[in-house]
T-cell receptor, first 111, second 115 residues
Framework: GDSVTQMEGPVTLSEEACLTINCTYTATGYPSLFWYVQYPGEGLQLLLKATKADDKGSNKGFEATYRKETTSFHLEKGSVQVSDSAVYFCALQGGSEKLVFGKGTKLTVNP | EPEVTQTPSHQVTQMGQEVILRCVPISNHLYFYWYRQILGQKVEFLVSFYNNEISEKSEIFDDQFSVERPDGSNFTLKIRSTKLEDSAMYFC?????????????FGPGTRLTVL
């Protein structure tokens, strides 16, 4: 079945450092891909998404490109802030209604 | 901005008891979902609900679980006889459609602790 693999965390960075969180997927067909973020004490919020190959999703300085050839959707940000500290979840939705999530990667950004 | 709300934020119950978790989806959404996350594990799909019936469910969603939309605004998840392994964070979500190109909007979750 469909699955998502994320890099293991936690990830700790200093403010203004570059961030990459790797995400690869296995799916039949052409799924939509998502990054959700969970700030401390809050629910899951959509950060960005891409619905077809080569699409780039972007939001709040974060970007991810849907790479069909490598079945990847890595999350990147050029300069992280303390306020980016959260848990980041990669997810896909294929031929059904359900989202399939990765395990989540906890990011801590220190001042 | 409209948001999904869930109550309670934390529920503690004894094994074998029934619990009902409540959600208020975004008002113009037609598709409703429950997911759960056991501590340290992945967020897992439980069930989707559309037009007053279950449209998809996972193998986790056995006879112990049921969902209902008792009125025009609430969406509930009932666990009939809780087990220790039901302890998890339960997330409700809603969406305009069930299509993969549309977004599912999540609530803040209910942490269920079964003792």
């Amino acid at each position: 079945g469909d699955s998502v693999t994320q890099m293991e965390g936690p990830v700790t960075l200093s403010e203004e450092a570059c961030l990459t969180i790797n995400c690869t997927y296995t799916a039949t067909g052409y799924p939509s891909l998502f990054w959700y973020v969970q700030y401390p004490g809050e629910g899951l919020q959509l950060l960005l998404k891409a619905t077809k190959a080569d699409d780039k999703g972007s939001n709040k300085g974060f970007e991810a490109t849907y790479r069909k050839e490598t079945t990847s959707f890595h999350l990147e940000k050029g300069s992280v802030q303390v306020s980016d500290s959260a848990v980041y979840f990669c997810a896909l939705q294929g031929g059904s209604e359900k989202l399939v999530f990765g395990k989540g990667t906890k990011l801590t950004v220190n001042p | 901005e409209p948001e999904v709300t869930q109550t309670p934020s934390h529920q503690v119950t004894q094994m074998g008891q029934e619990v009902i978790l409540r959600c208020v989806p975004i008002s113009n959404h037609l598709y409703f979902y429950w997911y759960r996350q056991i501590l340290g594990q992945k967020v897992e799909f439980l069930v989707s609900f559309y037009n007053n019936e279950i449209s998809e469910k996972s193998e986790i969603f056995d006879d112990q679980f049921s969902v209902e939309r008792p009125d025009g605004s609430n969406f509930t998840l009932k666990i009939r006889s809780t087990k220790l392994e039901d302890s998890a964070m339960y997330f409700c979500a809603s969406g305009v459609s069930g299509r993969a190109t549309d977004t599912q909007y999540f609530g803040p979750g209910t942490r269920l602790t079964v003792l």
